[in-house]
């Protein structure tokens, strides 16, 4: 399968590491060997050469190194002009002339960002016999690549053997300090393998022997599961590792446990066979599929989700696939996500005897995967009457006094019609907006609202296909139509979304209703985001630059930017309102599912 991030023969070299020693009197670099960034952190090269770099150059003393050194070497990526980083020794496979002989390091200093890690290619030598192979080394110092090599068999150890057909120059070869060094195929954009070892005949052709990808995948593994480590550590606290015991139960990993320590777990998870899950016709192995697990539980700050999917496209798979698998597993299992992030549903209704105040109905639902309508908590509010226009102050002021609510997002259900109603906006007692306080989506009260069955059908499809492309770019998933514009043109923009954006919703009660009347019989939008004033409408790329499923933390991010604005300023914030129709988060009096139509 290709990279998720095609790479060229110019990425190639840049993640090529020049291992090397100083000249004792002119401290000049000498290189001893080569190695290459194979995982963000890590670098792959020959065991004999972190000896070579140690000062050892018998082949009795590399087979006496059974153990790793704990002194550091020293490497640098010369094609980038990069500065001299040590590294110590984490996986270690020692030296013999068949097998072995490869080793993990961890760079102490971040390698330039600009390198990308190299994909190994798994492939059998009859496969490749017939493309051509290129290697960049260390023969001396300043280095060299040597082209036109190809697979000729399959050597002691499963190892290739390289060499030149006869109608290529024989001046350049690989020779000693290319030990180390990934052998790179053009045509699958990847590394085959890792030199090893080079032999030159006194025609002065040289033959040379990679080790292949499956002798090297478990240390390749062990380095994945260390990066993978290192993604998070600096995130960890106890919500951290509770998702991360969750990720590990969903995974089967039942060979240690959280006493362990997670660096130590990801390393025996890496050793684990996969369990059957595939993308493309490629196994997803069992770190990259916890790694999926993890991705999915509740609370995870958002810049370590983006990191975890970088991760994931460096194992060259597609993180959105595998979160909506992973997800849709745990699903299945009635594992819960975590439960960091209550839901606060409040149902506003019209008070019949006086139309200036309304009912209130309130219900929290810890955790929205195991929330089951016809068997609803107790509520927490039940016919509270209060006046229409203090029905913020009062929400504000009951959720003050409600400890056990630390974080919530909270529905406020209203009839279609009252949608247009800018509550996010409204102010509190001290002056502050809802919007700004609470992660605020407004939502369709349906029980006020009466539709066609149909209607629940579409909605549950909808939002199915809404959680399939959640961890997307909200940017390319949304689509935007003008309010302002004729009537039938908006609907036609909209007809075939997903999810709308809709800039300058006008003040006018009837056009709202309008607007809702065809999204519940035509578009059934599980997600509307409303800018109501056309001027701010520009500030929204950079709003949506986030994916789906962190929207309302963007938009509560946004409204909670208002508060540091000067009077009489303006901002994105102050026009923003949020409709995030989440099908499994709907209120237990609903007359349609009470009777199952839905």
Request: contains cysteine; aromatic residues 10%; hydrophobic residues 35%.
């Amino acid at each position: 399968m290709a990279p998720q991030v095609e790479l060229s023969r110019d990425d190639y070299e840049k993640a090529i590491a020049r291992i090397f020693v100083y000249h004792p009197d002119t401290q000049e670099k000498i290189a001893v060997g080569t190695g290459f960034l194979v995982a963000p952190g890590y670098v792959l090269t020959c065991a004999h050469v972190v000896l070579q770099a140690l000062g050892c150059h018998d082949k009795s003393e590399f087979k006496a190194a059974s153990d790793p050194p704990d002194q550091t070497i020293r490497l640098d990526f010369p094609v980038v002009n990069s500065p001299a980083i040590e590294a110590k020794v984490v996986e270690w496979e020692p030296y013999a002339i068949d097998n072995g002989d490869i080793a993990g390091l961890k760079l102490l200093t971040a390698a330039p960002p600009s390198l990308h890690p190299l994909p190994l290619i798994r492939c059998r030598c009859e496969e490749i016999q017939d493309q051509t192979h290129g290697v960049y080394g260390f023969a001396d110092d300043v280095g060299n690549r040597t082209d036109a090599y190809r697979p000729k068999a399959n050597a002691a150890g499963g190892r290739f053997q390289l060499w030149k057909p006869g109608d290529n120059p024989p001046d350049e070869t690989i020779q000693g300090g290319f030990s180390g060094a990934a052998v790179w195929n053009q045509e699958r954009r990847g590394a085959i393998g890792m030199i090893a070892t080079a032999t030159s005949s006194k025609s002065d052709r040289s033959k040379a022997y990679a080790i292949g990808e499956a002798l090297l995948f478990p240390v390749v593994q062990r380095l994945f599961a260390r990066s993978l480590y290192d993604c998070i550590q600096d995130h960890l606290n106890p919500a951290i590792y509770r998702a991360s015991e969750t990720a590990f139960w969903l995974c089967d990993a039942d060979g240690g446990s959280s006493q362990d320590g997670l660096l130590a777990r990801l390393l025996d998870l890496a050793e684990l066979p996969s369990r059957g899950w595939q993308e493309e016709e490629r196994e997803i192995d069992r770190l990259t599929q916890w790694a999926g697990y993890f991705s999915v539980m509740d609370g995870l700050p958002s810049e370590l989700v983006d990191v975890l999917e970088a991760w994931v496209g460096l194992r060259q798979f597609d993180f959105n696939k595998l979160y909506t698998r992973a997800n849709r597993d745990r699903q299945e299992r009635q594992v819960s996500s975590g439960n960091t992030l209550k839901h606060l549903m409040v149902q506003i209704k019209p008070d019949e005897e006086n139309t200036a105040n309304v009912k209130l109905w309130a219900w929290v639902i810890d955790d929205r995967d195991r929330y089951d309508p016809l068997e609803p908590p107790q509520p927490r509010l039940k016919d509270e009457i209060v006046p229409w226009r203090d029905v913020p102050q009062f929400l504000d002021s009951w959720l003050k006094g409600r400890r056990d609510l630390p974080e919530l997002m909270l529905h406020c259900f209203v009839a279609r019609q009252d949608l247009g109603w800018d509550l996010d906006a409204q102010e509190t007692q001290n002056g502050l907006s809802l919007g700004s306080r609470y992660k605020l989506v407004m939502r369709t009260d349906l029980s006020q609202s009466p539709t066609v069955p149909q209607y629940y059908s579409r909605w549950e499809k909808q939002w199915a296909a809404v959680e399939e492309r959640q961890r997307e770019k909200a940017s390319s998933t949304f689509v935007r139509g003008d309010c302002s514009s004729n009537t039938k043109r908006l609907f036609g923009q909209l007809r075939k979304a997903e999810m709308a954006i809709l800039e300058n919703l006008p003040n006018d009660k009837h056009k709202v209703e309008e607007i809702f009347q065809f999204l519940a019989e035509e578009g059934c939008w599980p997600i509307v985001l409303w800018v109501r004033h056309h001027e701010v409408c520009q500030q929204l790329d950079p709003l949506l630059d986030c994916a789906v499923i962190d929207l309302p933390e963007q938009v509560y991010n946004a409204r909670s930017d208002t508060l540091e604005l000067e009077p009489g300023e303006d901002a994105l914030g102050c026009h923003l309102t949020l409709v995030w129709e989440d099908f499994k988060v709907i209120p237990p009096t609903w007359e349609p599912l009470n009777q199952q139509v839905c």
